[in-house]
């Protein structure tokens, strides 16, 4: 996981670039050329658990509720 600025910085580069495909990070690079060849049910086990621990982390910013439509 990272946070929002380098991903979108690596973006924007390979667009300049013409480049149809990134993946920003030694680890993630990794994982982005692993995970194709990894049995499919360890590859649902491990985006399970990654899942659950970003959906039970406590929200950083959340709408106000006077701002909230």
């Known amino acids: 996981m990272t946070t ?3 991903v979108v910085r690596a ?4 667009l300049e670039r013409d480049r149809g ?6 680890g993630n690079a ?5 995970t194709p060849r990894r049995p ?4 649902a086990a491990i985006a399970e658990r990654v899942t659950r621990k970003v959906l039970a982390a ?3 910013a959340s ?3 006077q701002h909230a439509a």
């Open 4 to 6: 929002v600025e380098p």
């Open 11 to 14: 973006a924007l580069r390979a």
């Open 21 to 26: 495909y990134i993946a920003p990070g030694c």
């Open 30 to 34: 990794l994982a982005a050329h692993l």
């Open 40 to 43: 499919r049910a360890l590859v």
């Open 58 to 60: 406590p929200a950083t």
């Open 63 to 65: 709408p106000s509720p």
